[in-house]
């Protein structure tokens, strides 16, 4: 066993025991779902820069920075900015809702203004499309382990599952966010190190530079700038980042921390576009990639550093998968089996299904990343279909009236626009004009278009349709 595996698999003990011990905590759905509805501004901070430094972030990233340079900046630069839109517009709005009617979910959100039938709609797309990011997290984990210990990927799936579903299902959101705290410590400290042991490594700048790819900007089949139009919306929307907002002790405590995370992923998204220039000019003829972060922190970085580095690169899949597994819990569990199947769930029945639904969704998830070939076809197929769901539901519903024909107008036409421009154009979409985007556009027509054309009842109303 390599010292960097040694140190990776006590690691996970650890984190697993710290999830256990807050989870004993956890009494009633309240302390599970919205931790009590007591975070700090600095757990906030903690808790959602920890979900947001994932696989994409950081190898997927690195490996876009190794293809095309500088532009590997947009991938995470558009989550700061979404982030900032939330913590300054959407979040203070929808936190105050959620305070007032007890919301634990977004669906619980749709439903007061679209119906039942919006609430499970949206909840199985979502929940379908989220197991995409669950997947890839497990792969970067499985990219980690396979180079810290030559592990088969099939184990590195089991493991993250493993390690996520054990401290998440011990105390879903209270004992995610302080697991988070010390995962974040983690992912800093080792990029921190990291990124000017690389630099070193690859003979200075000047050389570690050398592959300016298209620029800054990107360009033809490099998205570069075009990242806003996939991320930034899905960081402003995302289930699992709003139920963590829900579970702010305050309105300050949303603005401070969502905001602070978004500033730190905006100076963050410089680290892996400099890794990955790095590992092309010391490593540029690897088989993949994907590969370019865990073999440039295990080859090219003295073993103490490498370890770190990699720990940190392992603590931030695994809070993203965590993460991933809190969206796909409260909703299997909230919007469907208590929505649709028990409408009368105790809050012990609850609790027990979220696990239940924690447990099943690593499983599909490990399934799932059979299926994908990396990390960021991965997760930008989840972060497309989620933007499309959810943008123009939300934001309208915080902004004016709405009924539930608007909101499944605006879900249908939008996904299907996305289909179709992704297929017709094989995901490179028209220029600026991408298949999220496209179906964002569609989705805010839709939306209007039956508002205008067809007066229907208050949303108050609508929850029989």
Known sequence: MTPSLALLLLYSVLQVALGLWIGRRVRQGTDFFVAGRELSAGLIFSTFLAANIGAGSTVGATALG???GWSAWWRNGSAGLGSLVLAFWIGPKIWREARAHGDFTVGDFLERHYGRSMRGAVAALVWLGTLSILA??????AVVLQVAGGW???AGYLMGAVVAVTYFAAGGLLSSAWVNRVQLL???AGFAIAVPAAVQAAGGWSQATAHTGTGFLGGGTVLGWRYIFILAPAFIVSPGLLQKAFGARDERAVRTGIALNGLVLLVFAFAPAILGLSARALFPDL?????ALPTLMTDALPAALGALALAAVFSAEISTADAVLFMLATSGSRDLYAGFINPRATDAQLLRSARVAAIVSAGAGIALAFVFTSVIAALDAFYALLTVTLFTPVVAALHTRTTGRDGLASVVV???TLVVVHVATGGRGYGVLTPALAGILASAAAFLVVRTTFP???ASTARST
Do not use: E, N, R, T
Request: net charge negative; proline share 15%.
């Open 414 to 416: 939008g996904v299907a």
């Open 152 to 154: 088969p990927p099939y």
């Open 136 to 141: 890839g997290q497990l792969i970067g984990i």
């Open 287 to 291: 088989a993949k990639p994907d590969l």
């Open 66 to 68: 190794y293809a095309d």
């Open 186 to 188: 983690f992912i800093l």
């Open 456 to 458: 229907a009842a208050p």
